[in-house]
C-alpha cells in the first residue's frame, strides 16, 4: 500500500473504531473492538516505518497526501495535507503502539460507561495522529485542538475525587495558549501569502519555511507560538496544570497524557518555532535553557517529596522533559536528535511506571507510598518491571533514557547558541537527582519490610498486564543497546532543520539591512518531490 494513502488510514482508522464502539451495546464486544482497532492501526504504522526511505523523504520530500482543492475556495491556501518525515515518523509509532496498551490497561480498570471511554480514546489516538503528521498549520490547529475534548471527559468522567477541578484547569491552559496561537497562525499566514504566494492566505508549512519573517515581528509571532507549545510541555512555571491532570486521571489517560500529549508541545516547537523564527529562538535560547534546567531540577526536588507515587511520576515528567526543550534549543545535530529520541524514550519509559503504578492501585486502591512496602516477596515479577522501567527513566547505560539524555548533554556542551558550561552542569544533576526520587519510590514501594497483611497477599502480574508491559520493556532495551535505526531515520530531518534554521537566520539579517528585501527565501525543488507529492487528480486516478 502506497505511503500517502497508509498515512491517513492510520489517522483517521481509530476515528471509525470509535463510530463501531458506539454502536455496540456489549461490555466485552466494545472492549475487543477497541483492542482490535488500535491493534490494526499499530500493525498498519509498521508499514510506515519499513515503507520511509530517509535517504529520499526527508524533511525536503516527505510521503504526502496534497489534496489542495478539498477545503477553502482560491483565496485561501488551506488543505489537507498530511504525511511522514523524519520527525513524525516515530512519534506517530509511538502512538500507535500506546494504544493497544492502554486498551489493554483499561480492561478491568474501566467499571462503567466503556462504551464513551473506549470511544474516546480512540478519537483522543486519531487527534494526536493528526498532529504529528500535519504539514498545513490550519489542519494541525484543527487536531491540535481535537485533543481537548476526549482528554478533558477522560480526566472528568473517570478521573480521582478531583476530577473535575484538574480537568477544567488543563482545559483553561491550554486553550489560552492555543488561542494565542491562533491569531499568530493568522497574521503569519497572511503576511506569508503577500511575500511568497502571490497574495494568497496560506497555512503551507513548505510555503511558511520559503517566508522570511521580518525581524521586527518575528519576536511576538515567537512568543505566541512558544507559549502554547510550552504549556503543553509543560515548561517552567507552566507545568502546574500537569500534576493535578497526571493524579486525577484513570491510568490509561494518565499514559496517553505523558506518553503523546505531552510530545505535541516539544514537536510545536521543533516543527514550527524553530524553523519559522530562527533569530527570535536563537535570542530566546538562553531564557529558555534557563527556565528548562530550572525545570528538570525543581522537578526532580519536588518528586523526591512526593508521598503519591502517582504524583511522584508526574513531577518526573516536568524534569525529563526539560532535558527535551534544552536540546531543541541547543541548536547542534546531536542535542536535537537526542531531544527527538528522548521524547519517544520518555514515553516507554513513564509510559511504563503510571502502568505499573495503576496495577498497584488496582489492587490495593491507594497510591501511597507508605501504605506499600516489601512488595518484592509478593509480586516479584512486577517488582522487576517496575526496576527495569525505573531504571530506564533514570538513564542507565544500556537502558533507553541513557541515550537521549547523553546526546543532549553533548550537543548542548558543543553549542555556541547556549554557550554556558555551568547550565549544562546544572542540567546534569538533574540525572543524579532522577535516580534519588526514582530508586527512593522503589525502596519505599518494594523493599524493606513487610508490614501490611494485604501486601503479603497481593497477587502478581497476570497474562494481559504482562503482555501489554513486554513491549515496552523490550524497546527499553532494543532503543539503549541498539539506537542506531532510530537515529538514522531522524537524522536526515533534523539535519535539514537545522540546515534551513540557519539559512533563514542570516537571510532575515540581510533582509533587516536591504529593506528592499522580498521576503523569500531561496529554496530548491527537492528531489524526488515530484515523484512523491501527490496532488488531487493523482489520487483520485489510482485503481
Same mark, same amino acid.
Given at each position: 500500500?502506497?505511503?500517502?494513502?497508509?498515512?491517513?488510514?492510520?489517522?483517521?482508522?481509530?476515528?471509525?473504531?470509535?463510530?463501531?464502539?458506539?454502536?455496540?451495546?456489549?461490555?466485552?464486544?466494545?472492549?475487543?473492538?477497541?483492542?482490535?482497532?488500535?491493534?490494526?492501526?499499530?500493525?498498519?504504522?509498521?508499514?510506515?516505518?519499513?515503507?520511509?526511505?530517509?535517504?529520499?523523504?526527508?524533511?525536503?520530500?516527505?510521503?504526502?497526501?496534497?489534496?489542495?482543492?478539498?477545503?477553502?475556495?482560491?483565496?485561501?491556501?488551506?488543505?489537507?495535507?498530511?504525511?511522514?518525515?523524519? +520527525?513524525?515518523?516515530?512519534?506517530?509509532?509511538?502512538?500507535?503502539?500506546?494504544?493497544?496498551?492502554?486498551?489493554?490497561?483499561?480492561?478491568?480498570?474501566?467499571?462503567?460507561?466503556?462504551?464513551?471511554?473506549?470511544?474516546?480514546?480512540?478519537?483522543?489516538?486519531?487527534?494526536?495522529?493528526?498532529?504529528?503528521?500535519?504539514?498545513?498549520?490550519?489542519?494541525?490547529?484543527?487536531?491540535?485542538?481535537?485533543? +481537548?475534548?476526549?482528554?478533558?471527559?477522560?480526566?472528568?468522567?473517570?478521573?480521582?475525587?478531583?476530577?473535575?477541578?484538574?480537568?477544567?484547569?488543563?482545559?483553561?491552559?491550554?486553550?489560552?495558549?492555543? +488561542?494565542?496561537?491562533?491569531?499568530?497562525?493568522?497574521?503569519?499566514?497572511?503576511?506569508?501569502?503577500?511575500?511568497?504566494?502571490?497574495?494568497?492566505?496560506?497555512?503551507?508549512?513548505?510555503?511558511?519555511?520559503?517566508?522570511?519573517?521580518?525581524?521586527?515581528?518575528?519576536?511576538? !509571532?515567537?512568543?505566541?507560538?512558544?507559549?502554547?507549545?510550552?504549556?503543553?510541555?509543560?515548561?517552567?512555571?507552566?507545568?502546574?496544570?500537569?500534576?493535578?491532570?497526571?493524579?486525577?486521571?484513570?491510568?490509561?489517560?494518565?499514559?496517553?497524557?505523558?506518553?503523546?500529549?505531552?510530545?505535541?508541545?516539544?514537536?510545536?516547537?521543533?516543527?514550527?518555532? !524553530?524553523?519559522?523564527?530562527?533569530?527570535?529562538?536563537?535570542?530566546?535560547?538562553?531564557?529558555?535553557?534557563?527556565?528548562?534546567?530550572?525545570?528538570?531540577?525543581?522537578?526532580?526536588?519536588?518528586?523526591?517529596?512526593?508521598?503519591?507515587?502517582?504524583?511522584?511520576?508526574?513531577?518526573?515528567?516536568?524534569?525529563?522533559?526539560?532535558?527535551?526543550?534544552?536540546?531543541?534549543?541547543?541548536?547542534?545535530?546531536?542535542?536535537?536528535?537526542?531531544?527527538?529520541?528522548?521524547?519517544?524514550?520518555?514515553?516507554?519509559?513513564?509510559?511504563?511506571?503510571?502502568?505499573?503504578?495503576?496495577?498497584?492501585?488496582?489492587?490495593?486502591?491507594?497510591?501511597?507510598?507508605?501504605?506499600?512496602?516489601?512488595?518484592?516477596?509478593?509480586?516479584?515479577?512486577?517488582?522487576?518491571?517496575?526496576?527495569?522501567?525505573?531504571?530506564?527513566?533514570?538513564?542507565?547505560?544500556?537502558?533507553?533514557?541513557?541515550?537521549?539524555?547523553?546526546?543532549?548533554?553533548?550537543?548542548?556542551?558543543?553549542?555556541?547558541?547556549?554557550?554556558?558550561?555551568?547550565?549544562?552542569?546544572?542540567?546534569?544533576?538533574?540525572?543524579?537527582?532522577?535516580?534519588?526520587? !526514582?530508586?527512593?519510590?522503589?525502596?519505599?514501594?518494594?523493599?524493606?519490610?513487610?508490614?501490611?497483611?494485604?501486601?503479603?497477599?497481593?497477587?502478581?502480574?497476570?497474562?494481559?498486564?504482562?503482555?501489554?508491559?513486554?513491549?515496552?520493556?523490550?524497546?527499553?532495551?532494543?532503543?539503549?543497546?541498539?539506537?542506531?535505526?532510530?537515529?538514522?531515520?531522524?537524522?536526515?530531518?533534523?539535519?535539514?532543520?537545522?540546515?534551513?534554521?540557519?539559512?533563514?537566520?542570516?537571510?532575515?539579517?540581510?533582509?533587516?539591512?536591504?529593506?528592499?528585501?522580498?521576503?523569500?527565501?531561496?529554496?530548491?525543488?527537492?528531489?524526488?518531490?515530484?515523484?512523491?507529492?501527490?496532488?488531487?487528480?493523482?489520487?483520485?486516478?489510482?485503481?
Amino acid at each position: 500500500m502506497d505511503i500517502p494513502f497508509l498515512t491517513s488510514l492510520v489517522i483517521f482508522l481509530p476515528a471509525v473504531g470509535a463510530l463501531l464502539t458506539l454502536a455496540l451495546r456489549d461490555v466485552s464486544s466494545i472492549r475487543w473492538a477497541a483492542l482490535g482497532t488500535t491493534t490494526l492501526t499499530f500493525l498498519l504504522s509498521i508499514g510506515l516505518f519499513l515503507g520511509y526511505d530517509p535517504s529520499v523523504s526527508t524533511a525536503q520530500a516527505p510521503q504526502l497526501v496534497d489534496m489542495s482543492s478539498a477545503w477553502f475556495p482560491d483565496a485561501f491556501d488551506i488543505k489537507y495535507f498530511v504525511g511522514i518525515d523524519g +520527525l513524525s515518523l516515530l512519534l506517530v509509532m509511538l502512538t500507535t503502539l500506546l494504544g493497544p496498551i492502554v486498551v489493554l490497561s483499561s480492561w478491568t480498570y474501566i467499571e462503567e460507561k466503556q462504551k464513551g471511554y473506549y470511544a474516546l480514546l480512540l478519537l483522543l489516538q486519531t487527534g494526536v495522529t493528526g498532529v504529528f503528521t500535519s504539514f498545513d498549520l490550519f489542519l494541525f490547529y484543527i487536531f491540535f485542538e481535537l485533543t +481537548l475534548i476526549p482528554m478533558y471527559f477522560i480526566i472528568g468522567v473517570w478521573g480521582g475525587k478531583d476530577r473535575i477541578y484538574a480537568a477544567v484547569k488543563f482545559v483553561i491552559y491550554t486553550l489560552v495558549g492555543s +488561542l494565542l496561537m491562533l491569531v499568530a497562525i493568522l497574521f503569519l499566514g497572511y503576511e506569508a501569502g503577500a511575500a511568497v504566494n502571490n497574495g494568497v492566505f496560506t497555512t503551507d508549512w513548505y510555503t511558511l519555511l520559503e517566508y522570511n519573517v521580518p525581524l521586527a515581528t518575528q519576536g511576538w !509571532l515567537f512568543a505566541l507560538f512558544a507559549f502554547s507549545f510550552a504549556i503543553k510541555v509543560p515548561l517552567f512555571p507552566l507545568h502546574t496544570w500537569l500534576p493535578d491532570a497526571h493524579v486525577q486521571a484513570p491510568t490509561g489517560g494518565s499514559v496517553i497524557l505523558a506518553g503523546v500529549l505531552l510530545k505535541m508541545g516539544t514537536y510545536g516547537l521543533l516543527r514550527f518555532c !524553530l524553523p519559522f523564527f530562527p533569530n527570535a529562538a536563537q535570542n530566546a535560547a538562553l531564557v529558555i535553557g534557563i527556565l528548562a534546567v530550572i525545570g528538570i531540577v525543581y522537578g526532580a526536588l519536588i518528586a523526591r517529596v512526593q508521598e503519591d507515587a502517582k504524583s511522584l511520576v508526574a513531577y518526573s515528567s516536568v524534569s525529563h522533559l526539560g532535558f527535551v526543550v534544552l536540546g531543541l534549543f541547543a541548536f547542534t545535530t546531536e542535542a536535537m536528535q537526542g531531544a527527538v529520541i528522548q521524547m519517544i524514550n520518555h514515553g516507554l519509559s513513564t509510559g511504563a511506571l503510571f502502568l505499573l503504578v495503576g496495577m498497584l492501585y488496582e489492587r490495593r486502591h491507594t497510591r501511597l507510598m507508605d501504605d506499600y512496602g516489601g512488595l518484592a516477596s509478593s509480586v516479584p515479577v512486577l517488582t522487576t518491571l517496575m526496576v527495569i522501567s525505573v531504571l530506564a527513566s533514570a538513564g542507565l547505560p544500556g537502558l533507553n533514557g541513557f541515550v537521549g539524555e547523553f546526546m543532549i548533554l553533548l550537543g548542548s556542551f558543543k553549542s555556541t547558541v547556549l554557550d554556558s558550561v555551568l547550565l549544562v552542569a546544572f542540567a546534569t544533576s538533574g540525572v543524579i537527582l532522577a535516580a534519588m526520587y !526514582l530508586l527512593y519510590m522503589v525502596y519505599r514501594t518494594f523493599f524493606g519490610e513487610l508490614t501490611v497483611e494485604a501486601n503479603a497477599q497481593m497477587a502478581d502480574v497476570n497474562g494481559r498486564e504482562f503482555l501489554l508491559m513486554a513491549p515496552l520493556i523490550v524497546l527499553m532495551f532494543v532503543m539503549g543497546f541498539y539506537p542506531a535505526p532510530f537515529l538514522r531515520q531522524t537524522e536526515p530531518t533534523t539535519e535539514f532543520l537545522l540546515n534551513r534554521i540557519e539559512e533563514k537566520r542570516a537571510a532575515a539579517l540581510e533582509a533587516a539591512e536591504t529593506p528592499r528585501a522580498s521576503g523569500r527565501v531561496p529554496v530548491a525543488p527537492p528531489e524526488g518531490a515530484g515523484e512523491i507529492r501527490l496532488d488531487a487528480e493523482a489520487l483520485s486516478a489510482q485503481p
